[in-house]
């Protein structure tokens, strides 16, 4: 590289600066949106149901089934309303005075006792409209109908036929916090915001305000150019990034398991694909309206929804699957919720790596390639 | 500023320049089309070392499309190009040292200090050590902008920007330099600065192409190249063209009539080929061979015929084959008002304040039925913020107004019904197409049934939109697109129309037919306002406000304004002398 190059480069880096320090809107989204976004998730949005209201109708009152019962009464998780009729239920999980509900049948204890009868059945009816409570429900009641199982084993020596499937585990999390997940996740969402949504404004920026057409007038090279808009707002970024792990572990108390450097490393990578895709769009439309306009679309929704960081992927119908598998922020969220959660596990980290790095190499590439010395 | 006199360019125009000038551009048969449409048409010129060059044209004319293909910016569909030694299709990297281009908006970093934007094109153009801190020197000392170092190139005034603008491009000392409307959106004074720094660059051995839609910059040209729909309609010395019309342009004085009526009539004779209002003066010019004679269609005997120096617009126009003369059919189509000489724009001590900063202060005007009256004033001093208080858009923090017997501090949108607004820049939806954009202000303006057809199929006959019906405004010829802001805003019959700067840039057969159309409709009653930077639009008004730094500092009819600054070396200024002084009067 000459010397010419390098001072121009460092020339065309300094304006750029000075226009992120100059712009209060940049400054705000890059570090008043992490802290708001994070407060959200780590505080607004709590995907754990503290005390649930649940309704319970004993047509069995045997021993065994009051047991049951005041179990479900002594568990701090619930807040136990009992009646004789399951209409009222029903019509109470309409209203939604009560999460659910759980009906122990009148054969209830027979059947524990007799195995030669079919296993006994408690049923419980969750309200469906609401699935993430449904599930949480579902799986605290098995929670208890498990230790209520373990008491009468110890009780009477003879083990409970199974009733319904209990065995439920939750890895890597075992406080069940849901803020452990999401608040790494979030990051993906800020870095996202901040990489492709800045950056889809500045080239474009450039053509509406008549300014690139004296930046090539002055011979400024479509290297010097694309470096210059890459190197402050990675540095941004990675500010950004940072303010971001720090709350995340410090104010919210995630632990983080992995190391930093890895942590670093992955970001930097997720960061660089996100910058290549902002300034490609930016390159390519040369307005900063429909810019931005596409970045919300290619980049932010997409990281949002199909990440993995709000809808588990493995659940999603197979082709949106695949589809997937090419949106960066995917690979990043992986990667983020498994040096928190898990610590460094290769396997992933090296699979995000991978994807992360193509992503950028083909976004960056792909933008100077559409960088033309021509306005028309 | 303490500018040296302008003696270079009388040097320049001493010597003949075009004995001993070298060439440093040249172009053969050079064409470019963009999306199918021909923007240069088979461009063959020379651009002479040591002289300032004006490329003059209207908008579209192709003078921007030139400039960047000289530049390196665009490449060209056919023909050949050399600047400086170099083909600027292929050695765009060698010619880049030796050549400034300025492009019309000039890329300053508005939010980046004066020298800020200095430092960074002096690194772009690799200025460094004790070379750039003297250039600095010089061109702070050359642009009178060291006062201002530290400021935002966006809290600039428009003549500032452009004299930043300028010294960006002069780093690192090009040979030539393209520089694309520099006096766009620059008030005369500034505009006089910036002449003054292009005649000292040329001085100093420089070659300068100014590119202006203005016609009457090129008179302060040495050579003028003059294009038209994309083609040369003429290249050579200013004068040569001026001698096209020697001794046809004459001044129709004294007439007893409104200046706008004398024009009217005096159209009508078959021997003028153009005409314009000039103060209380017409401005006509014969057809070649023709005698003109118009007190035989009307014009007061006690008028006279005075033959004047011919200007560089007059040969424009001669080039053109002269304008055709046709009566408005827009103020047959208004409603006659009686002029009853009452005022219907009224303001006492008008003020409007933003924050600390008072960008009207105590605005006081009269504006009689059926007058033209002018705002004039520099980038800033306040004139838009004047007319926008006076067409309801902006609030007055003080004083009063009224409007068509409407008071503004009430009724504003009871007096929006009863006025037409033009704004400058295209303000039309341009993705609808002409006919929803006529039907939508009929809308606006609450016409309905019988009432709005009649209204929109008048509009469409008097300005010929039949054809363009189905086209989208957007894609409208620049000289239509201005037709179809004025057809808008007159559509509900307004009594007073707001214009601003309604012909800026357009070409001058077009600025004509507007002309015709505002003459005739104040002669049906309606009352005009007009803001401009153009002289030939303030020479049309009746009388002229002109305002500086937020007050009126002078009001008078143009012949008025020039009385009043006319002295011993100068007895009969231009209007824009005149402006130049009043301005600078002023404390």
Redesign the interface.
Known sequence: MKR?AV??L???C??ET??IV??PSTLLITFLFPVVLLCVFGMGINLDSNVVRLGIVAHDTSPPARRLVETFRHNPSFEVIETARESELGDAVRAGRIQGFLVIRSDFSKRLVSPALTTPTLQIVTDGAEPNNANFVAAYAQGVIGAWSRQELARSGQPVPRTLTLETRSWFNPSSVSRNFLLPGSVTIIMTVVGALLTALVIAREWE????????????TRYELILSKLIPYFVLGMLAFLVCVVMTHSVFDVPLRGSLWVLLLVGSAFLCSALGLGLLLSTVLRSQYNAAQAALNVAFLPALMLSGFVFEITSMPLPIRIVTSIIPARYFVSAMQTLFQAGDVWAVISRSLLGLTLASIGFIGLTLIKTR???? | MNAPPIAASAVSFGNDPEANAGVVASTQGLCKA?DGALALNNLSVDIRAGLVTGLVGPDGAGKTTFL?IL?G???RDAGTAQVLGHDPGKD??NL?DQ?G????????????TVS?NL???A????L?GQERKTTFERLLQFTDLRRFTTRLAGNLSGGMKQKLGLA?TLLGTPQLLLLDEPGVGVDPLSRRDLWQMVHNLVAEGRSVVWSTAYLDEAEACDRVILLNQGEVLFAGPPKDLHARVAGRVHLLKNAEQAPRVTLRMARRDPASMDGVVQGKKVRLIARQGAVLDPWQFGVDQSATLEATAPRFEDGFIDLLGGVTSAESALALSMPARSLDQTAVIETRGLTKKFGDFVAADSISISVRRGEVFGLLGPNGAGKSTTFKMLCGLLAPTAGEAEVAGVDLRRGRSAARQRLGYMAQKFSLYGHLSVGRNLEFFAGVYALSGEQKRKAIAQLVDIFEFAPYLNTAAGELPLGHKQRLALACAVLHGPEILFLDEPTSGVDPLTRREFWTHINGVVERGVTVLVTTHFMDEAEYCDRIALINRGKMVALGSPDELKARTANETNPDPTMEQAFIALVQEEP
């Open positions: 010419s001072v121009r460092y020339s065309l300094k304006k000075l226009q100059r712009d305000r008549g300014t690139m057409e004296a930046l090539l007038a002055a011979g400024v010395r021509h306005l028309a | 963009f960047r530049a910016l665009v490449l765009v990297e880049r050549l281009y300025m492009p019309q908006k000039f890329g300053l970093y508005e939010d980046l800020e430092d960074l094109y690194d772009l153009k690799g460094i960006c």
